[in-house]
């Protein structure tokens, strides 16, 4: 509104300046009209003046009279008249026909006689009033006279047509384009030239008083220009030209801020829908400039690593998440993607350290970030913590090996099931030819008395042995059975010493096989263990035979088999075994340890570092020890080796 007023007000003043510079270039015109026409009149005065200097008798008049009459077309009639006004020569105009009857001009004519009485009065030329004669055509004439006085007392008169003297005496440039006019004060037109005013067109006056001796006229210029006058010049256009541009630098400007007021509200719009986005995925999102600076991160990923954004776009390292030992990995990863290497489609798996310094798994996604003039100016990244999908991949795997392990030991109890039945009966045929064999020998003794044979004495021993050993025999192949079977077993009080004597000649066998020494320690006293025999012999043998296994190296010179048995502490901490006994058997070994991987799955059903076992040993001797309601464990024997023990009640 301020700027619309601005223009308006310019517009309207050089409007007005230039109405004033027309008014004033009217009015200077006027001026040197008037000029003129004193300048005129006065030259004609002195004309006739002139022509009585010389004197009018001797038949000047005539001449001088015409070619005065002929020089001035502004007269209409030229007399000379006596000291009493009477007409003593006369001449009339040549350019108009006669208008005056000589009875009309006698001496009593008013404005003759009021023109000679000024004229007399001043002693020099006066004027009458205008007076208005008609013609006979039709029309009229505004006449004015002019009286010279003469030597003599005489007069010379000459009658003045106005609209002539207008017409003779002003420059015809003034009459050019507007109205000229004699006029009476109160602005009635005497004689008039010049164009008429046309309508629609704006008037412009200016007027002067022409006073002369003896009587005042009013010259009037009237000047006109054509309407509507918006643009009166070239200054007025230009400056409407500029005010129109402005006015329409104005609208588009208005337009453009209003296009970008809805350009921005709809980026707003676009930014929170986006912000909201990310903010609720689960995806991490991370952008790199083409050195690999971090230059955006979303919620995600900083959740995802436990670093803020602040921290990973100000980390001069680039990349705190890298794990420490696979940096090096990583820097080469990224030094080929910078390099214009395309990572796959389907993306890539690596692993990410988090702020505490824990490690997970996550999938990765890249593909080149452009600006909208498609050049790449680095990469967008998308990552997926696979964390929660690889431990249900591995608890599906460990079922799965849980099932086989289960599907396996039900064939192994099927298999043993069938042969603990085919081996019962050659073990018992075994044992009855054993008995029969020593009842032979002994119906071969004549008496008591009678020396005994030493070979058959020998004889009857190692056929005393066979029978204990396919007795023995039969026990294990029925507790296998009967563990199998699941079924109740018999369990009885045995001494330590006895079970380590059942396993020792067969321990001492393989022993001596290896070159490895046995040392057998027992603390005194010590109670009898409450367990079932024959499985408890099979477990210590199986401990004693791995750990000989394990001495079982080149390197090992010195191979030491130390089975140790002691009072141990309730390997739980219930209350009710707490007021139990236990007795723990010790197998240890100087040969060369465990690892940390076979460690984790050193109890795994038909897991073994053996080519040909079967993975079965361990694991069924924690069973055993477990269901006797002792522990098995393993620990380091330093600085070689390893210590196996597991606990049993006392009896």
Known sequence: MLVSALLVTVVWLAGRHEVEQVQAALERDTADAVADLRGGL?????????????????????????????????????????????????????????????DVRGPDQSDVALACAAARKLGAPAYSPSHYVPLREGGGLELMELCVPIGGGGYLVATYSLRDVLVELLGPSLARGQEVAFAE??????????????????????????????????????????????????????VTAISIALVSVLVLLARDTRRRLRAERELADTLAFRKAMEDSVITGLRARDLHGRITYV???????????????????????????????????????????????????????????????????????????QRVQTGWMSAFIDVSEQ????????????????????????????????????????????ASGSLNLLEDGQDGASAPVNPVNAEVAMAVRRIAEQADRAGKVIRSVHDFVRRRDRTREAVAPRALLDAVLPLVQLQA????????????????????????????LLNLARNAMQAMDVPEFTDRVLQLRVAHASSPSSGRAAEARRWVEFSVTDVGIGISDEVQRRLFTPFFTTRADGMGLGLSLCRTVVEQHGGALMFAPNRPCGTVFRFTLPAG
């Not at 009639?77 to 006004?85: D, G, M, Q, T």
């Not at 109670?527 to 024959?534: E, F, I, M, Q, W």
């Open 512 to 539: 001596r096989k290896l070159g490895v020494r046995i040392d057998t320690v027992l603390e005194t006293p010590l109670p009898a263990v409450l367990c079932d025999r024959t499985l408890v012999e099979q477990v």
């Open 185 to 238: 004060p109160d602005g009635t037109r005497l004689a008039v030239i010049g164009v008429q005013r046309r309508a629609g067109t704006r008037v412009f006056t200016a007027q002067q008083l022409v006073d002369l001796p003896g009587v005042t006229v009013l010259l009037r210029v009237d000047g006109w220009r054509a309407a509507p006058d918006l643009f009166p010049n070239l200054l007025t256009g230009l």
């Open 298 to 372: 979303n919620p995600a990923f900083c959740d995802m690593v436990g670093f803020s954004a602040e921290e990973l776009m100000t980390d001069a390292s680039g990349a705190p998440y890298w794990p420490t030992e696979l940096a090096h990995e990583y820097r080469q990863r990224q030094a080929l993607r910078l390099a214009g290497g395309m990572p796959p489609r389907e993306g890539f798996e690596s692993v990410f350290m988090r702020k505490d310094g824990s490690r997970f798994p996550v999938l990765i996604f890249e593909a080149p970030l452009r600006n909208a």
């Open 42 to 102: 006065q030259r004609n005065a002195q004309s006739l003046r002139a022509l009585q200097a010389d004197g009018l008798q001797d038949g000047r008049w005539p001449p001088e009279a015409a070619a005065l009459m002929r020089a001035h077309r502004e007269w209409v009639r030229l007399e000379w008249r006596s000291p009493a006004l009477q007409t003593l020569a006369t001449l009339e105009t040549p350019y108009r026909t006669r208008m005056f009857a000589e």
């Open 390 to 433: 690889r431990r249900v991949e591995e608890l599906s795997r460990a079922s799965q090996e849980r099932l086989q392990a289960s599907a396996r030991l039900a064939t192994v109890g099927e298999m043993a099931s069938l042969l603990s039945h085919e081996l019962t009966q050659p073990l018992a045929a075994i044992a009855s030819y």
